[in-house]
Structure formats: C-alpha cells, structure tokens
C-alpha cells in the first residue's frame, strides 16, 4: 500500500463484490492503479471528500455495438469504464483495434472475431472489414448464409483463428441471423474456440416453440455444443432470443452446467429489441412466430411505426441495414415483465446493454457533437441500462442487493473473460493492484433517462468515472477532452 497516493476517494461506501466487501472507506489511487483500500484514512497528493456516495468497479459492458466516440460518452454517463464488441465482433479485428485507438476512446475496448463478417467475406464475396455498420447493411444478404462447403468452411476457421492470433477476445456468432446454417459449422466453430481457450458470443439460433421445423432448436443448440466440444458458450441477451420461453431455455443452461459444461448468460432491462429491418426473422411472412405485426417495429430513422407488410417489405429493401426498434414484451404488462425479470435475475446473469449505433435522422452526422442533437437516435439500452437495473431492480424493487447488482455489472463479467483475458483479472474488482475503472454514484438516486421517445438521454447519478486513474466524468460532468480508453486484446 502506497503511503501518499496521486488520488484518495474518501468516506465513501466501498463495493468490492469478489471480496464481498461492503464498508466505508478510502480508496487510493496511484497512475492508473488502485494502490490503497482502508477503513482508516489514506493520504493522498489530492483528496475527493465522497460521503454518502458508493466506490465501485467501472461496469463492463460485454456487449455494446456502440463503438464511437458518441456511444462511449453516452455509456460513461451510465457508468460503463470498458465497453465491449463480443457478439457481432469485428473482422478484421486488427483494423477495428487500429481505428479505435487512432480516433482515442474514453472507455475501454475489445473486440471478438466476427463469424458473420468472416462468412460474409468467404461464402458471401464481400469486402471484409467496415465494422458493426457494415455488419448490419449486409445482414438481410442471403449471400453470406448460404451452406458452406467443406472448402468453404476450413476457410472461414482459418480466417477465425488467425482473427484469435490477432489478440479477439473469442469469436462472436450472429447465428440467429443465418437459420439455415447448418449445426456442425456452429459446432466446429465452438471446436475452434474450445482449443484455443476463448470464449463464443452467440446470438443464437430461434426455438422451436417458434419455428416448428427448425434445423435444431438455438437454446438445445448452444447447450449441446457447450458440452460437446468444452467451449464456454456465452448466451448473448437471453431475454429477448428467449423471451417467453425463458424458463426452459434457462433450464437447459442449468441442467449442462450441472454436468460441468461452460455456459455463461446475459441480459438487458427493456422489453423490445433493435437491430438492422433488413434481419431475416423480421420478413413480414416470419413476424407470427414472435406474435408480432408490423406495428411491432418502429423504423428508427423516421419514427415510424411500419403501416403494413408491404411497408416493412419496402424498407427492408430500400435500407436493410436501417435501425428498427422490435417491440416483443411490453414491460408495463405485468404477465410480460415477468418473463424479463425472469432472465435478469437469473443466478449469475450479467449485464450486458447491446448497446447500438447512433442513427442521424438529418442534416450531416456529428461524431463530435455534445450535448447529441435530437436528430441523433438509439435504443434507449444504449444510455441506460445499468442504471435502469440499479433503479429499477435496487432501488424500487429489492429484488436484488446493491452489491448484487454491481458484481452482475462489474465482477461477474470480469470472471467470464479472466480465463482466457489477463487484463479482464485486474478489472471488477476493487482491490490493491487492480486496475483505476472506478465508478462514485449515489444509490439513492442514480437513474437511467433515456425512453424509446427520448432515446439519447444521458442517465443521472454519477458523480465520478475514472478509467485507467483519469476521470471521465467529474463532478456529474463529462470530461469531454478525457480519451483513457485502452485497447483490451486477449
């Protein structure tokens, strides 16, 4: 313990969920390290008196497709210190590395391999790179989801592991997006990830509950590779792939664990989802399986909410890449709400906000524009989520403890990357040695702001964000020449 430190955070109420350690104390801080937690006074070069205030480790937001200069502001604001490209991944991985870094990031950041980006490039014969906006313009291709031949495949695994050699923090699977890929790619995938000790990040295929003759159910799926192959398999956002029938797919989840298979499980807040209209499971012909219509969609870039099926046809034509938010539980109904809380609290679920691009609905985009302007538009989980969960499930309900919810947030998913991650293990944790991404927030009012009509409203409540020892926002304010963010390779 250092004996004068660069920055002592004095009096607050320390959370560190690995050590369950839950008191008032200071928390000193030296360059980019925590140098100092004592329930007696620490000296420090410079003090920050925080009373009445909890210490936390930053949130790790395992799935975020906000990954601009924008999306990071708004993400600090709600508390996040590391925002993470998992799912959808990015391929080649050393260009979105190489970008990031150039452009300066307030927050952390990592990416997987992209298996969709990688499909699209072999099987479908586009230009590989361009990121999640890429990704989502192609996503209604029927190119890249055609079945791979034994060639094919042995291509798409050479570029993945060459991804992996790059420093991609696993391999990211949109599957749920190519339902007529055939299970043995998933699986040797996963066989991939298995030998070189990462991690898979799927969106997985749909249930049978929904689609009656699909190849294979996504949850039966996920579970059987996990414990086939010996992969750890992260279950991207379970809440919305599983929606109704959370229940069993989260008894799948238990009954492999139980037999030691590696299963991890996500989940976000809010009862609608978003992604690209152009999305296969959003043809008009496909919308019963999810009890949806076309009123279920709202098309982000004019607010719409799509008239009929042959609106929703035309757009998914025109711009299949377009944003649209997808209405599939209403929150206010207390039989749907049931479902959501369901995943949510599910034992070691963790946060994840699958958080989304901006979408400028006029005039000429500004990545450097603060305050957003209203034409700037998203899901509302971008700007919110992690204090919805403290307000929501904290705070209003009880359903979880505040050490609960910062450890879903924080420490759990520092655990789910440690293994095959070094840097995650100096993260969540708020202990000697570990690592300066802090958060000082007020439990009794922090809150999320942003709604589906409001959708870029910061949330409240921060009264510090510091990544690597230097704060991103102060005294509740972004900091905004304050570019910390460091690249987190494997």
Partial sequence: MAETHDLVL????????????????????TGDVITGVSTTPLHGRRTLDVPGLAVAPGWIDMHSHAQTLAGHRLQALDG???????EAGATPVAEAYNEATAEGRPLNFGFAASWTQARMAVIGGMPPGGGI???????????????????????????????????????????????GVAHEEYAAVAGLAAAAGVPTYTHSRDLVERVPD?????????????????????????????????????????????????????AYPYGAGMTGIGASFL???????????????????????VADAARLARLRADDPGGLAIIHTLDERLPADRIFLDRALLAGSTVIGS???????TSGVPDPYAWPLPKDAVTHPRTAGTFSKVLRHYVRETGALSLLEAVSRASTLPAQVLGESVPALRRK???????????????????????TYEDSTRPSAGYAHVFVAGEAVVSDGELVLSALPGRPIRR
Avoid at 15 to 25: G, K, Q
Avoid at 228 to 234: F, K, R
Avoid at 284 to 300: D, F, H, K, N, Q
Avoid at 354 to 360: E, F, N, Q, R
């Fill in 10 to 29: 004095r009096g607050g109420r320390v959370l560190d969920p690995e050590t369950n350690f839950d008191a008032v104390a200071d928390v000193g801080v």
């Fill in 354 to 360: 699958d958080a989304m691009p901006l979408t400028w």
């Fill in 133 to 179: 906006g890429s990704t989502l313009g192609r996503i209604g291709d029927p190119r890249w989801q055609a079945p791979a031949t034994g060639r094919a495949l042995e291509e798409i695994l050479a570029l993945l592991g060459g991804e992996l050699a790059n420093g991609a923090l696993g391999v990211g699977i949109l599957m749920g997006y190519a339902p």
């Fill in 214 to 266: 699909i190849l294979i159910d996504g949850a039966e799926e996920l579970t059987r590779v996990a414990a086939e192959t010996g992969a750890h398999m992260h279950y991207c956002h379970v809440n919305s792939t599983s929606t109704r029938q959370i229940d069993r797919v989260l008894g799948l989840v238990e009954k492999v664990r139980a037999e030691g298979a590696r299963v991890s499980t996500e």
């Fill in 283 to 305: 043809a008009p012909e496909r919308l019963a399986e999810w009890g949806m219509t076309p009123a279920s969609i709202v098309y982000t870039p004019t607010g719409e909410r």
């Fill in 80 to 86: 996040v210190t590391t925002a993470l490209e998992l």
């Fill in 428 to 450: 969540g944790r708020v202990q000697a040695g570990c690592d300066a991404d802090l958060v000082v927030f007020d439990p009794a009012t922090v809150t999320d702001r942003s």
